[in-house]
């Protein structure tokens, strides 16, 4: 007779030899780097050019954003749209991602079309040449989005509480205004271009089916290029958080929602209690089972849904809860908040759970290293900052081993309510 | 190409698997031909809160995800107009598991009043913050009532107010349960590294002793042509005016939902597109536009939607589409364009089967469409489109009288 109420007998997500697909790794003539991730069974690549020319290097707010956008926008010999119809008639998506350190460039095709994109990219790293019709409509445009996302009370919750923790002029604090948008000018575009792209720092990361050709191309196109060779600036930002820790702002007097932002700073991922905490954070908000959610979405309907989570920066960063609950329940939200910190300070997390969310954390990694796209974001991950595959091992160990005395340790050193800025926007 | 197996229980069950020995890791896909089209009007966003209550627990097991979680596993749901759609991925040695917890749920639910009143509150919340809180969120609530009469897509998944999701009722949710939620009304599809033969097995053992139900038979009223433009104006304490206008298209197999496919690319897919390239670049009449339909399974909408750049007349910029619209009526789109949006096509097809999760999915969608098979057929019909069929199709759908057109006024 089949027993229902009885769970199959399962194997242990901890036992199991978890193993990192090894990365190629090769260099271009030029001296840049490229790791290279062969799997996967559709014919497809990805394939991503790294530069350092995050907002970390800006002189002037969103230079390097407006920078990397208009990429795509025009050389001396292609319009925008001849370059984006190059892109799109072979089925092909260029995009391009600038970020606090880094900004990207990435392609994504059909493996049998590389060949004739290639070249095309080659030409918009050497030869952006950011026409002046196309940074007006930029403007304008960006102007209009922004308007509508300041109605909203995440998006408003999300800049301020970065500001709070990093204060607003260090690079992950800092947020956009329309009167940066007014103040840019042409000729700041070329100069940050040709300092951080045509002559910056690139790696490039390429995963999927690779055609055989593969490396000698990238060397044909890219391994002549003026990369790699000035030295990148050495800039040091130092944090200003907020000397206020609470805060509240009316953004929409007929909000119904707030959005609720309670974050800390919390050390780089080369802290020794970095991964560690990323145990602990799992319990606390980190996924559906965890206590946050279980509580204040399972238990009191409060939202639709509460994280907690660790910003995934370079430097120094923030832990973070972020969620948006009724108007009325705000206050009662962000007391069980405090309340979930406490029990953790408090109570050492009993086993069964302790060995649930390992279990979990495990199988998510397992699954996490299927597949070429999510192998070599894993390696982009480690590469950038300066992190190797003992890394992974590490964690994995780190996992499999932490005591419950040891996450208590933790929680009484970072989860103190006292430590924690706290937002709300209505 | 995907590969797969079929079989069927005797209670009705339908079961593909999809064996790939490249992961380690099983995907188990439970899709219920029940959607948002099979509420009542005066209980809309009944499948969708269902949904959420399937995770509160089953006749024999108290939850749901910590024993998911305890093998490695991970999960989540969607609900469509269409369709409801339930997916767990875990460790394909763990497997069992998500049958176990799966049949259960098929088997009975607990029908906890407590999950209930707490997952009435998450989902108005869930209402809140996507449709109620957020500059425009109301667009689409306004344009379906506009353009459906009769058939039930005129009403969203999440529901037509927030009244009809407080209201739901513990024995509406029983009644909803074993009208829908039976054997002979699912699909389950197992995709990853797994053997057809232990499926086999599996399946019989967890699914084979439920009660197989009756088959749903789905008689929805359905839209009648519509004959006269229909047109809304609506102010609303937003920064921007927006303009939305849909045409009815297609049902989801028809060869004319596969034009109107590549109708939106040529119009609106990618910065090369000609709304784009022509509203939004050239004659920066908007800051953006976009053009798409929904995949509907029944009759759908063509919509085409965007802000208007701040000062811009909004008659000049409907114009401003027509004339797009008349052209693509009037002259064939070369051979080169047509290549264009149709190798786009195939890379979308590519990239989408890159993941078993998403294999596992769209092969439980092309079973309830009538034949998994489907699946590997669809390319073939993108690439028999010609010319003159965009033409043709054009003329057939971009009527006005086929219209229906919303301003959406900053106030």
Redesign the interface.
Known sequence: MLNRKIQPTITDAVSFDLKLRTCEQYQLDNKVPVYSMNAGTQDVLMIEWVFKAGNWFEQKNIVAGTTNFLLKNGTSTKTAYQINDHFEFYGAYLNRTCYNETASITLHCLSKHFNELLPVVAEIITDSIFPEEELITYQQNQKQKLSVNLKKCDFIANRLIDEYVYGFHHPYGKYTSTLDYDQLNRAELIEFFKRFYAEGHCTIFTAGKIPSNLQSQLNKYFGALPLQQRAIPHIQYNLQSAVEKKHQIINDENGVQGAIRIARPFPNKHHPDYQKTQILNNIFGGFFGSRLMSNIREDKGYTYGIHSYIQNHMGETAWMISTEAGRDVCEATISEVYKEMEILRNEVVDEDELSLVKNYMLGTVLGDLDGPFQLIARWKNYVLNNLDEQYFYNSVQLIKNTGAEELNVLAKKYLNPEEFYELTVI | MIEYNRFTLDNGLTVLVHE?T????AVVNVLYDVGARDEHPNKTGFAHLFEHLMFGGS???ADY???L??????NNAYTTNDLTNYYC???A??I??A??LE??RM?SLAFSEKSL??????????F??HY?????GDVWKQMRQLAYTVHPYQWMTIGKELSHVENAHIDDVKHFFFKHYRPVNAILVVAGNVRTEDIKQLAE??FG?IPMGDKYIRCLPQEPVQDLARRLTIEA????DAFVKTWHMDARLNKGYYTADLITEILG?????RLY?SL??EQ?LF??LDCYHFGSLDAGLLTIEG?L??GVDINKAEQAIAEQIAQIQEQPVSI?EL??VK??????I??E????MSRASSLAMYELMGDASLMNTELEKYQEINPQDIVDYSKQIFRESNSNTLHYLAK
């Open positions: 790939d490249a992961t380690p890791m006749i024999n097991i995800d910590e024993p979680q305890r093998a490695g596993g991970d991925q875990l460790p040695q763990n069992e598991t049958f176990w049949s259960d088997l009143s707490v997952q009435r509150k998450v989902v108005c919340e869930e809140r913050e109620i809180n957020k500059p425009y053992k967890w002793p304490a937003v920064p921007l897919g990618g910065a090369s597109s390239q939004v670049k920066k800051s953006n802000k750049v701040k080169a290549t264009k190798n786009k096509t195939e890379s979308v590519a990239f089967d890159m993941s078993i």
